[in-house]
C-alpha cells in the first residue's frame, strides 16, 4: 500500500515514511533541447505509478506591468536565475518530501504572467523536474538523486523554438530570434552549459537516444529498489523495538 495506517506502526521519531523517499530527477539543457520529451520517454519507459514531470517553467515570477511590456517585445530576460522563484520551488519540493498535498502554479507564456489557476499534486514517488536552471539552484541540488544534463546542437535547438514560440506561446518569428541572441543564447553560455560540470549523466540527441534512457530508467529502478529495501528494514526494527513497550 502507499501509506501505511497509523494503528500499525508506533509512532517514533526515526521512523521515515513511504513517501519521504520520493525520488527526483533533475533535467537541464539549452530550451528546444528536448527536456520535456526526454521526460516524457523516461516516464513512459519507467512504467510505474506516481511518476509526474514537474517544469521549473511554472515557476516563473510574475512581472511588474513595466517588466511585462517589454516582455512582449522580447527585450526582458526571462533566462537568468533571478526570473525564477526558487525559493517557492523548494518550498514546494519540500512539501511534497513530506508527504503534504501541494498547489503548483500555471504559468501563461502567451501573457508572461502566473494565472490565478493552480494544480494540485500529492505523493508521487518520482519527479522529472526539468527546466533549463534544473541544476543551478544548491538547495534543489541537496534534494536531487540523479542529475541529467540533456544536450543538442545549439541550430536544432533555435529551430525548435521558433516552430513552439509562434505555435503555442503565441510569439512572431521575428520576436523569438531577438530574444535569441539577446538574452537565450547569452545566458545559455553563462548559466545553463556550465551545469554541465555537476550532472551525472550528460545525454547527447535527447529522446532520440535510446540507449541513454534505459540506462537512466534502470538506474532509477535500482534506487527505488534501495530506498524500498531501506523502509522494509527500518518498519522492521520498529517492529522489533515496539515489543519493549
Ligand atoms: O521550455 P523551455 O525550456 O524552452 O523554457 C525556457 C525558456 O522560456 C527560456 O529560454 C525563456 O527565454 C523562455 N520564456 C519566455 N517567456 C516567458 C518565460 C520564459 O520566452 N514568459
Redesign the pocket.
Known amino acids: 500500500g502507499k501509506a501505511a495506517s497509523a494503528g500499525e506502526i508506533p509512532q517514533k521519531a526515526h521512523y521515515s515514511p513511504p513517501w519521504a523517499d520520493m525520488s527526483i530527477i533533475g533535467i537541464a539543457g539549452s ?2 533541447s528536448g ?2 520529451s526526454l521526460a516524457v520517454e523516461i516516464v513512459q519507459s519507467l512504467n510505474l505509478p506516481w511518476v509526474i514531470i514537474l517544469s521549473i ?1 511554472s515557476f ?1 515570477k510574475s512581472l511588474t506591468p513595466g517588466q511585462n511590456a517589454m ?1 512582449h517585445r522580447n527585450e526582458y530576460d ?2 537568468s536565475p533571478e526570473s525564477i522563484d526558487f525559493d517557492l520551488l523548494v518550498e514546494k519540493l519540500i512539501d511534497l518530501k513530506q508527504g503534504k498535498r501541494t498547489d503548483i502554479p500555471i504559468y501563461s ?1 502567451q501573457q ?1 504572467q502566473r494565472l490565478d489557476k493552480t494544480v494540485s499534486i500529492y505523493s508521487p514517488h518520482v519527479v522529472l523536474l526539468e ?2 536552471l534544473a541544476l543551478h539552484d544548491p538547495r534543489v541540488l541537496d534534494l536531487l538523486d540523479m542529475k541529467i544534463f540533456v544536450e543538442a546542437d545549439p541550430d536544432v535547438c533555435l529551430s525548435r ?1 521558433i516552430v513552439r ?1 509562434v505555435r503555442e ?1 503565441g510569439r512572431t518569428i521575428e520576436g523569438v530570434i531577438k ?1 535569441w541572441f539577446r ?2 543564447k547569452p545566458v545559455f553560455q553563462k548559466y545553463v552549459d556550465p551545469q554541465r560540470e555537476i550532472a551525472d549523466v550528460i545525454v547527447p540527441r535527447g529522446m532520440q537516444n535510446k540507449m541513454a534512457i534505459q540506462m537512466i530508467v534502470n538506474q532509477t529502478r535500482q534506487i527505488l529498489k534501495e530506498k524500498s529495501i531501506r523502509h522494509n528494514a527500518e518498519l522492521e526494527k520498529l517492529g522489533q523495538h515496539s515489543e519493549d513497550y
Open positions: 530550451s528546444g527536456k520535456t517553467d516563473y516582455a526571462l533566462d507564456f508572461h527546466g533549463i523554438r514560440d506561446r530574444q538574452y537565450v
